[in-house]
């Protein structure tokens, strides 16, 4: 396949749930989310490759260069935040699908006989903005989250997964590939490839993540009549701790901890009603475990002090917690590799972003790349990657495709194997 036809492909797929300002809003298992899907399937059909749905959504499209063997498994997510940007998992899926067919294509014409079966994949809900938590279908896969417990999981609206999938027809019945190894591509959602005028991202390790649930209780009343030593208002609480949240960072070094709170409910969200009930996601970051942990104890603290003072029932509990993932060294040192023989200019680095590769690293080798991001930007309508990098990256992607169908993880396939950094 020619690179101007994966760029036709990459700027029709973006076209699927576009927005006014150049982004995508194609959140899980949307009509949107269903029409990109139906292409994935449509892009395969037309190869001759076996389409396949799990049982929490999660395609795969099966290439055979090995009767009987395991698979290495490339992808990543078309679904995305809302107003999101059109390259965050998308690019990683559609690339993975042209790589595959050039490697399917060089061992037909080569005559070589891979070690592994290809398959290609759109993970479900990697994003987590409808669902909750994040990473969701490769979580699933990888045995590290519970099927049933996923497919009752609501969105803000009240419609569970199971629902949602079932409504847009990926609700499978299959089981997925065996896996023997996994290689996704993505934009890195940092500066640090601009920075330094560089093409291509080994990623070797991610930081530990995690999320704190927060429920806050307090008393409906009349913003107008109700005495102010009166109101139990958990809007005016939450509003705190959203504050409370961001300054916890100030206790560390600059850039050591990221966090914010990016969702916020109220009930029952009038101008005239002091809030009864708020409920808000802070999601907290570090390379440091030991730095989340001391974070979330302060905030622990300060919320209960928050909660005795203000009389109000607040509730935080931990949630998604996603240690530092270590990419195996064979992985990271064959994309430099490639990246070198390729003339293409590379480093090694850590994502501060979750990945599906993070999930499935638990389970299989997996080698993670990164492509630039125009100022760092993602999770936004303004979310850039130049055609150029994203065609680099095609060409970086296909040879280790083809190298891990081939065996060049072969050595750390075996259970138990697992590099650590
Ligand atoms: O959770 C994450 O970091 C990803 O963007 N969903
Ligand atoms: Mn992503
Ligand atoms: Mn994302």
């Given at each position: 396949?020619?690179?101007?036809?994966?760029?036709?492909?990459?700027?029709?797929?973006?076209?699927?749930?576009?927005?006014?300002?150049?982004?995508?809003?194609?959140?899980?298992?949307?009509?949107?989310?269903?029409?990109?899907?139906?292409?994935?399937?449509?892009?395969?059909?037309?190869?001759?490759?076996?389409?396949?749905?799990?049982?929490?959504?999660?395609?795969?499209?099966?290439?055979?260069?090995?009767?009987?063997?395991?698979?290495i498994i490339v992808?990543?997510?078309?679904?995305?935040?809302?107003?999101?940007?059109?390259?965050?998992?998308?690019?990683?899926?559609?690339a993975a699908?042209?790589a595959?067919?050039r490697v399917?294509?060089r061992?037909?014409?080569?005559?070589?006989?891979p070690e592994f079966?290809l398959?290609?994949?759109?993970?479900?809900?990697?994003?987590?903005?409808?669902?909750?938590?994040?990473?969701?279908?490769?979580?699933?896969?990888?045995?590290?989250?519970?099927?049933?417990?996923?497919?009752?999981?609501?969105?803000?609206?009240?419609?569970?997964?199971?629902?949602?999938?079932?409504?847009?027809?990926?609700?499978?019945?299959?089981?997925?590939?065996?896996?023997a190894g996994y290689a996704e591509i993505h934009?890195?959602?940092?500066?640090?490839?601009?920075?330094?005028?560089l093409t291509i991202g080994a990623v070797d390790s991610?930081?530990?993540?995690?999320?704190?649930?927060?429920?806050?209780?307090?008393?409906?009343?009349?913003?107008?009549?109700?005495?102010?030593?009166?109101?139990?208002?958990?809007?005016?609480?939450?509003?705190?701790?959203?504050?409370?949240?961001?300054?916890?960072?100030?206790?560390?070094?600059?850039?050591?901890?990221?966090?914010?709170?990016?969702?916020?409910?109220?009930?029952?969200?009038?101008?005239?009603?002091?809030?009864?009930?708020?409920?808000?996601?802070?999601?907290?970051?570090?390379?440091?475990?030991?730095?989340?942990?001391?974070?979330?104890?302060?905030?622990?603290?300060?919320?209960?002090?928050?909660?005795?003072?203000?009389?109000?029932?607040?509730?935080?509990?931990?949630?998604?917690?996603?240690?530092?993932q270590y990419y195996p060294e064979s992985g990271v040192e064959l994309t430099l590799d490639i990246a070198t023989e390729l003339g293409i200019g590379a480093r090694r680095m850590?994502t501060?972003?979750?990945?599906?590769s993070?999930?499935m690293n638990?389970?299989v080798p997996s080698v993670m790349i990164f492509i630039?991001?125009?100022?760092?930007?993602?999770?936004?309508?303004?979310?850039?990657?130049?055609?150029?990098?994203?065609?680099a990256g095609l060409e970086v992607l296909s040879e280790v495709v083809h190298r891990l169908v081939h065996g060049a993880l072969a050595p750390s396939l075996?259970?138990?194997a697992q590099g650590r950094a």
């Amino acid at each position: 396949m020619s690179p101007q036809t994966f760029l036709e492909d990459f700027h029709h797929v973006a076209n699927i749930g576009s927005t006014p300002h150049h982004g995508v809003d194609r959140q899980a298992a949307t009509p949107d989310d269903q029409r990109a899907r139906d292409w994935f399937t449509a892009f395969a059909k037309e190869r001759g490759w076996t389409i396949r749905v799990d049982g929490i959504g999660n395609l795969f499209a099966l290439i055979t260069l090995r009767p009987g063997a395991p698979f290495i498994i490339v992808g990543s997510h078309l679904d995305s935040q809302p107003l999101g940007g059109r390259f965050d998992g998308a690019y990683g899926v559609i690339a993975a699908l042209h790589a595959a067919e050039r490697v399917e294509r060089r061992a037909r014409e080569t005559g070589e006989r891979p070690e592994f079966n290809l398959a290609v994949v759109d993970w479900f809900n990697e994003e987590g903005g409808r669902f909750a938590p994040s990473i969701m279908g490769s979580s699933v896969f990888a045995g590290i989250k519970d099927r049933e417990e996923m497919l009752a999981v609501r969105d803000l609206a009240g419609t569970r997964v199971a629902e949602a999938l079932d409504s847009i027809g990926y609700l499978g019945p299959d089981e997925g590939p065996e896996a023997a190894g996994y290689a996704e591509i993505h934009i890195e959602q940092g500066r640090i490839l601009e920075r330094e005028s560089l093409t291509i991202g080994a990623v070797d390790s991610s930081w530990y993540t995690q999320k704190l649930d927060i429920e806050v209780n307090g008393e409906q009343s009349h913003t107008g009549a109700t005495a102010m030593a009166d109101r139990r208002d958990a809007l005016l609480a939450a509003a705190k701790i959203i504050s409370m949240v961001h300054d916890v960072t100030l206790g560390f070094p600059a850039e050591e901890l990221v966090s914010s709170v990016g969702q916020l409910t109220v009930e029952p969200n009038s101008p005239i009603v002091v809030a009864r009930h708020a409920h808000l996601v802070a999601d907290l970051r570090s390379n440091s475990r030991e730095i989340v942990h001391q974070a979330r104890d302060t905030l622990r603290r300060q919320i209960a002090e928050l909660a005795e003072a203000a009389r109000l029932d607040i509730s935080v509990r931990d949630f998604d917690i996603r240690e530092n993932q270590y990419y195996p060294e064979s992985g990271v040192e064959l994309t430099l590799d490639i990246a070198t023989e390729l003339g293409i200019g590379a480093r090694r680095m850590q994502t501060m972003a979750g990945h599906d590769s993070v999930a499935m690293n638990r389970i299989v080798p997996s080698v993670m790349i990164f492509i630039p991001s125009e100022g760092g930007v993602s999770h936004c309508e303004r979310e850039f990657t130049s055609d150029a990098d994203m065609l680099a990256g095609l060409e970086v992607l296909s040879e280790v495709v083809h190298r891990l169908v081939h065996g060049a993880l072969a050595p750390s396939l075996l259970p138990g194997a697992q590099g650590r950094a």
